[in-house]
């Protein structure tokens, strides 16, 4: 099935022709105003597509597509809660989960505004208690260290926010310490669990299904590494799970399973999922960082970006926009590697969340329908902080045989308050660094006088694709809006292709696999229907 036989996409497919022999130097030569008609601003944030190769024409095309693909219907049906995400027959609604309290969106009878602010005020009272060194561990000692226990959208986004959003920390906040285990080899908790004081630690395990076994392997080492602590030794394991875990789940009875009394939960919805849940109560190690009015100033600015996306024509719309130009490279001039390059070594994590949430949402080969697609959907995203990766593969960037899209994203403004002169200096440094490789990258070494006499080892060829991402400066709320901004690019790009961006079916079968393979590798039973690289390695492991 090809999704791009439509009108609209016949004409990309020819403006192509002609777009893919251009150079993006030759672009500003032929109109040095690129920026202008190219830049686009919401709030505190801009977006500069002059440098990829393309026109004000190529634009006008995308957005024709998007309006053949009803990206407007679509955009609707995910703002009203509709079953869009049809394999598993539920609405995906984050965006309600940013929702102001004085609006409403009724689920199936229930506002589901109301409840989000029902939770959001369960953790604000979680937050103040922690912060205020009211919540005691079992020996009436003050908890002062939090470790988080999750995995995948559990763990990325709330470690992410934490390490971008770290110096926006309350005095409350600094005195507690953040810490997020993941592994499930169980690497982050042995190190982690040696230096810790098991009176004065509380472990919160995130997980929608509470099913999960990285997760639930991690929070059972906690558990017993708990009873074992010589001051436990002789108290109720309730009294220990009570003062020393909080659950964070859509699934409250196997929280009660686990031990953990209703007290201790915070709740989210199955319509949210993982990759999205950080602005629900899987964001507590968030507020716990930057406080409740920080965490609420990240949904405001999340907020923002919703009714912008939803409510501003596509001509101006920054996610449908930096969608379509993805959209444009991928489709269009067969650009399937994509390099995320934050300019800020507070979005040190940024990259590897982003991964997540466009590889797990649009990483698929078949339709809404069904349909084995015939074109390329979500590329390849890597990345790493960007004078980093100067020194790492901005070499093939530059001199590689690979086409690559990038995007640069820093903030105008840092170090602002006076006696940070030399830090402000830092930070100039890092934006001339930021704008000179955007450059280059895009015009090569056209930039450079008497350039075409040198060696073809010292050329720069340039005419890779660059998007600059411009907070004026990182806050909670510019932190939101970039979220956000990235959400929904994942969500339009899925509706032109036509796939479900909110299940992950590709990760469950080596889940099923590896259940399988267990009792082999514990030597419980032999496990002889193997293919013979699997058998042989298991044999290899058990001499």
């Known amino acids: 099935m090809n999704v791009f036989a439509t009108d609209a996409s016949a004409r990309l497919y020819e403006h192509a022709k002609f777009m893919g022999q251009r ?218 799970i009570k003062r020393h875990f909080i659950g964070v789940s859509a699934s409250p009875q196997r929280m009660v399973d686990w031990g953990i009394p209703e007290s201790n939960h915070l709740y989210f919805w199955e319509w949210t999922g993982g990759r999205y849940s950080m602005w629900s109560t ?47 490279n991928i489709n269009f001039l067969n650009i399937t590697a994509h390099a995320i390059l934050p300019y800020d070594g507070r979005l040190s994590h940024l990259p590897s969340y982003l991964e997540q949430l466009e590889m797990e949402s649009n990483g698929k080969s078949t339709t809404r329908h069904n349909d084995q697609v015939n074109y390329h959907t979500c590329p390849i995203l890597w990345g790493e902080i960007g004078t980093n990766a100067q020194h790492a593969f901005y070499q093939l960037l530059h001199q590689g045989t690979v086409p690559v899209m990038c995007d640069f994203i820093t903030s105008a403004k840092r170090y602002e308050a006076p006696g940070h002169e030399e830090l402000k200096h830092q930070h100039q440094l890092n934006l001339s660094n930021c704008l000179a490789q955007s450059q280059i990258l895009a015009l090569g070494d056209t930039v450079i006088k008497d350039a075409d006499q040198a060696p073809a080892y010292k050329r720069y060829r340039g005419n890779q694709p660059c998007t600059t991402l411009l907070m004026q400066r990182l806050s909670p709320y510019t932190f939101g809006m970039l979220i956000a901004l990235y959400e929904h690019k994942v969500f339009v790009q899925s509706v032109i292709w036509d796939i479900n961006p909110f299940d992950q079916w590709g990760v469950e079968l080596g889940k099923t696999i590896a259940t399988g393979l267990l009792p082999a590798l514990t030597q419980e039973q032999a496990c002889e229907a193997l293919d013979s690289s699997t058998l042989g390695l298991i044999r290899h492991i058990n001499r």
């Open 282 to 328: 899987i964001g507590l190690p968030i507020a716990l960082r930057i406080g409740m009015e920080g965490f609420r100033d990240m949904l405001a600015g999340a907020h923002v970006m919703d009714c912008h996306f939803r409510d501003t024509p596509f001509t101006e719309n920054l996610p449908v926009l930096l969608a379509l130009v993805g959209i444009w």
């Open 23 to 240: 150079h993006i130097a030759q672009l500003f030569q032929e109109d040095p105003n690129r920026f202008q008609k190219l830049s686009f601003e919401l709030d505190e944030l801009l977006v500069d597509f002059a440098k990829q190769r393309l026109s004000t024409e190529t634009l006008q095309h995308l957005c024709q597509l998007a309006e053949e693909k009803a990206l407007k219907r679509w955009i609707k049906r995910l703002f009203n809660g509709e079953k869009i995400n049809t394999s598993e027959n539920r609405p995906a609604l984050h965006t309600a989960l940013r929702t102001p309290i004085d609006q409403s969106l009724l689920l199936d009878g229930t506002d589901v505004i109301q409840q989000v602010h029902e939770n959001l005020d369960r953790m604000s009272r979680l937050v103040e208690c922690i912060h205020s060194e009211q919540w005691l561990g079992c020996t009436g000692t003050p908890i002062n260290t939090l470790v988080n226990i999750g995995v995948g959208g559990s763990d990325l986004g709330p470690f992410m926010a934490c390490k971008a959003l770290g110096e926006f920390s309350s005095p409350a906040s600094e005195k507690l310490e953040i810490h997020f285990v993941s592994s499930m080899d169980g690497s982050h908790l042995s190190s982690l669990l040696s230096k810790l004081d098991p009176t004065r630690t509380l472990f919160v395990i995130s997980s929608k299904s509470f099913t999960t076994i990285d997760t639930l392997a991690n929070a059972e080492t906690a558990r017993e590494w708990l009873k074992r602590a010589e001051v436990h030794a002789e108290m109720d394991e309730s009294l220990i």
